[in-house]
């Protein structure tokens, strides 16, 4: 079993552009959550994809958005960049809209210069 | 919103020492507590969990004891290795307002150091 993975592991962009990270949750889950971990802290909820649908965001402007396609995978979608975006994205899968064990990515490492 | 108050660190312990972080919980109804770890440079892994009061979760050697009437979730392991040594995160899971959906609450975590 693969597991969630994520791509990239890193990338550095500049300000002003847009990144697209992507994630192919575990075997058999159906529901995508993403969260932004800034440096030194806990992860935040940025929202979450469920049946092709975001169900429910997070405290994150409109600048973020994601998709998830019938394979159940994930992108999320930042225009825009700004310094402060800098931070490790993770993408979480689980089963039925967050209900069980939520198994985490590594994470993408997003550096904004 | 629900939140999760977790001591702050870094926190630095010889091997074979007694570890314990403390965890605190805001939440409207019963939320499940977990503990989760981060090692440098991996994304976050379940350590151990607790779905309802006086439950207690254990996991490699670590323990943490669900209180409702203290709201907390303390972690706690006997004898601490130099293979411990990561951010340990405590979270709680939150029901969405919309269509039932979960999310899971972090604390800011605590860096732990464990030297030889």
Do not use: E, M, Q, T
């Given at each position: 079993d693969a597991g969630v993975t994520q791509s990239p592991t890193h990338l550095i962009k500049t300000r002003g552009q847009q990144v697209t990270l992507r994630c192919s949750p575990k075997s058999g889950h159906d529901t995508v959550s993403w969260y932004q971990q800034a440096l030194g802290q806990g992860p935040q909820f940025i929202f979450q994809y469920y049946e092709e649908e975001e169900r429910q965001r997070g405290n994150?402007?409109?600048r973020f958005s994601g998709h998830q396609f019938p394979n159940y995978s994930s992108e999320l979608n930042v225009n825009?960049?700004?310094?402060?975006?800098?931070a490790l994205y993770l993408c979480a899968s689980t089963l039925d809209r967050g209900v069980g064990e939520a198994f985490f990515g590594q994470g993408t490492r997003l550096t904004v210069v | 919103g629900d939140s999760v108050t977790q001591m702050e660190g870094p926190v630095t312990l010889s091997e074979e020492a007694f570890l314990t972080i403390n965890c605190t919980y805001t939440a409207t109804g019963y939320p499940s507590l977990f503990w989760y770890v981060q090692y440098p440079g991996e994304g976050l892994q379940l350590l151990l969990k607790a779905t309802k009061a006086d439950d207690k979760g254990s996991n490699k050697g670590f323990e943490a004891t669900y209180r409702k009437e203290t709201t907390s979730f303390h972690l706690e392991k006997g004898s601490v290795q130099v293979s411990d040594s990561a951010v340990y995160f405590c979270a709680l899971r939150e029901t969405l307002t919309q269509g039932g959906s979960e999310k899971l609450v972090f604390g800011k975590g605590t860096k732990l150091t464990v030297n030889p």
């Open positions: 994150f402007p409109d825009a960049l700004l310094l402060g975006d800098s | -």
